[in-house]
């Protein structure tokens, strides 16, 4: 194959997989938070905490229930497959405070060394 075809075949393989993966791409470009959206989290941060000891969804659901009902805490997420609770909280949250609600809701939690 001399370069010119190779150009070709390239070109063609490039156009089909901008036609198949095109509109999953825009809808991912579309996802991203815009500026207002980021500015308003400007004075929160995520943290990430270790739950080693959940075994269901129950445990997930109680733990995700304490965080969220607990003051400054904006979003929360428990993942049973990775032993995670991921939160969004006001900078004004300890760490400290969200490892006792975790510990109070039956969770063994640690923030996990980076």
């Known amino acids: 194959m001399n370069a010119r075809q190779l150009n070709i075949a390239l070109g063609i393989a490039a156009a089909l997989l901008l036609l198949v993966g095109g509109p999953w791409l825009f809808?991912?470009?579309k996802s991203l938070p815009g500026t207002g959206?980021?500015?308003?989290?400007?004075?929160?941060?995520?943290?990430?905490?270790a739950v080693d000891n959940l075994r269901s969804q129950h445990d997930c659901d109680s733990i995700r229930e304490a965080l969220a009902a607990t003051p400054g805490v904006r979003e929360c997420e428990v993942r049973l497959g990775q032993l995670r609770a991921?939160?969004?909280?006001?900078?004004?949250?300890?760490?400290?405070?969200?490892?006792?609600?975790?510990?109070?809701?039956?969770?063994?939690?640690?923030?996990p060394e980076r």
């Open 86 to 111: 991921f939160v969004i909280a006001d900078a004004t949250v300890s760490d400290d405070s969200l490892l006792s609600v975790v510990r109070r809701a039956g969770g063994a939690a640690r923030i």
């Open 37 to 49: 959206e980021l500015a308003a989290r400007s004075g929160q941060r995520i943290v990430m905490i």
């Open 27 to 29: 809808s991912q470009m």
